[in-house]
């Protein structure tokens, strides 16, 4: 079993960065793949952004290429979602999820855990 928290969110102008943070409280975060989602208001869930094991590999969301970056650190058993210029679009609960694995996936259907989730809003 793995606890996911994340933190970092709030209220943030268009244009200005925010630092999201995903602790986990399991010792074998290395083994896990670990991917962003996030939910807007009456929209689905939809991926943001994913990491490998290592942290070697990433993938983004088009929507957030070149703005958004995922990093981790496995020795503090935590995940990063870099988000620098920030859209009102942007403004969603954003979620950590993390699956068995070390190949990440967009699915979020195929992630075994996730956090509580964090609001980020941008306001225009």
């Known amino acids: 079993q793995v606890q996911l928290v994340e933190s970092g969110g709030g209220l943030v102008q268009a244009g200005g960065s925010l630092r999201l943070s995903c602790a986990a409280s399991?010792?074998?975060?290395?083994?896990?793949?670990v991917a962003w989602f996030r939910q807007a208001p009456g929209k689905e869930r939809e991926f943001v952004a994913a990491?490998?094991?290592?942290?070697?590999?990433?993938y983004y969301a088009d929507s957030v290429k070149g703005r958004f970056a995922i990093s981790r650190d496995n020795a503090r058993d935590t995940a990063y979602l870099q988000m620098n210029s920030l859209k009102p679009e942007d403004t969603a609960v954003y979620y950590c999820?993390?699956?068995?694995?070390?190949?990440?996936?967009?699915?979020?259907?195929?992630?075994?855990?996730w956090g509580q989730g964090t609001q980020v809003t941008v306001s225009s």
């Open positions: 399991s010792g074998t975060f290395s083994s896990y793949a």
């Open positions: 999820a993390a699956k068995s694995g070390v190949v990440y996936t967009t699915q979020a259907r195929r992630y075994n855990y």
């Open positions: 990491i490998n094991w290592s942290g070697s590999s990433t």
